[in-house]
């Protein structure tokens, strides 16, 4: 059983920074692609970024320039830098792991970005 934990959620005025953790509990493997997807309210759940085991990345055009994907292979680990927030980002940020044809998700943590 592989549980995703995330961290690092909260408040926020527009212009500021978070940064957003995700490790993986139990017994986990060595995930192809780790990544965030985000869902704001009304809305459907959108890709925000996502890494490969070897370090490619991919990120919405949304947040190009401001937002930074990284992760830690040996603690099977993903990590989002989040800066200049602005309210539009406002949602629950979930992490995703992909092990084909496995794929896991965290309970999502909420990102608010105040005006």
């Known amino acids: 059983q592989v549980q995703l934990v995330e961290s690092g959620g909260g408040l926020v005025q527009a212009g500021g920074s978070l940064r957003l953790s995700c490790a993986a509990a139990?017994?986990?493997?060595?995930?192809?692609?780790m990544g965030w997807y985000r869902q704001a309210p009304g809305k459907q759940r959108e890709l925000v970024a996502t890494?490969?085991?070897?370090?490619?990345?991919n990120y919405a055009d949304s947040v190009k320039g401001r937002f930074t994907i990284s992760r830690d292979n040996a603690k099977n680990t993903v990590y989002l830098q989040m800066n200049s927030l602005t309210p539009e980002d406002t949602a629950v940020y979930y992490c995703?792991?992909?092990?084909?044809?496995?794929?896991?998700w965290g309970q999502g943590t909420q990102v608010t970005v105040s005006s």
């Open positions: 995703n792991a992909k092990y084909p044809p496995l794929n896991f």
């Open positions: 139990g017994r986990r493997p060595s995930f192809n692609v």
């Open positions: 890494i490969t085991s070897g370090g490619s990345t």
